[in-house]
């Protein structure tokens, strides 16, 4: 019998470098859940090849072991230090991306990032978000509609951004106001959106953890460029979760979570002589929910 036979779901033989990754999995029993087996099976397969190509040392296995350690215990109720790990290696726009596949002309999905806060009031058309008083006001307008162009009526659209100083309202308990560049607007038999924020500023996720100190080992900068961002709900069409980028922002190739897509940077034009100072307009498209099979 070689180290590879199985006899009950178990492996007969011991590891060696060579049949490492069938003994691993040779071990998963016949009664654990077929999806947990297949993602496993595959991750096991992943991670002995890579240590295989890199030829780990020792030295290097415990580098990651107290990385990882880290990256746990700088986690808060407030900070997802796993979450910035997978954003920033690009996981979470590929698992994005896999699950959210759209065709033109339906609106591109991005990454929904850490910031958004469930239950923020509803306001007028026209309302303005921004509570702080800081930053260039900017007009926000356009129209939910399906992928005929047929407006949607009753559509929930959140919206939430930093602030003049590149801080959402959540990371500033107490020096901004609640709901500081939040809002949820729901629209009309007409599918218009219109409300005031300000032209959003680019901001460096948060880098003063191990995961900012692995940006820096690879000689790789925290910023995000300038974003909105949306999430649109409507009865019978897919949630669609978004931003929509400041064209022009010096960031928009080089997004330190990739969340950046053409179809998503949109125009912002400047207003001469008129209270509000910026203007950007976005129209939103929705594809039909999913059929539940
Ligand atoms: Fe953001």
């Known amino acids: 019998m070689t180290g590879t036979e199985r006899r009950g779901g178990d492996v007969t033989g011991y590891f060696t470098e060579q049949n490492s990754v069938e003994t691993v999995n040779g ?54 230090e796993f979450i910035l790990l997978s954003d920033t290696l690009g996981v979470s726009m590929l698992v994005d991306a896999i699950n959210n596949r759209r065709t033109p002309p339906a609106t591109e999905n991005t990454v929904f990032g850490p910031f958004h806060v469930e239950g923020c009031p509803v306001r007028q058309m026209g309302d303005s978000i921004c509570l702080d008083g800081k930053g260039e006001t900017c007009l926000f307008a356009g129209r939910v509609t399906d992928l005929d162009g047929k407006p949607i009526s009753g559509a929930r659209i959140d919206v939430w951004s930093d602030n003049a100083d590149g801080y959402y309202d959540v990371q500033q308990p107490g020096i901004q106001p609640q709901w500081n560049n939040r809002g949820v607007f729901v629209t009309g038999d007409d599918g218009q959106y219109s409300f005031v924020g300000i032209k959003p500023v680019s901001y460096p996720i948060p880098d003063d953890g191990p995961v900012g100190a692995m940006l820096a080992g690879l000689d790789r900068h925290p910023y995000r460029p300038a974003h909105m961002h949306y999430m649109v709900r409507a009865e019978g069409f897919q949630k669609l979760v978004t931003h929509t980028f400041v064209g022009g922002d010096k960031y928009l190739e080089s997004d330190a979570v990739f969340g950046v897509k053409q179809t998503l940077v949109a125009p912002f034009t400047k207003l001469d002589g008129e209270k509000t100072e910026w203007r950007s307009d976005y129209d939103f498209v929705l594809m039909p929910a999913r059929q539940k099979r």
């Open 27 to 80: 071990r998963t029993g016949p009664n654990a859940d077929p999806r947990l087996a297949h993602v496993m099976a595959s991750l096991v397969r992943h991670l002995h090849n890579f240590v295989r190509e890199v030829e780990l040392t020792q030295d290097e296995w415990e580098i990651g072991i107290d990385f990882l350690t880290r990256t746990g215990q700088i986690c808060t109720h407030e900070r997802q």
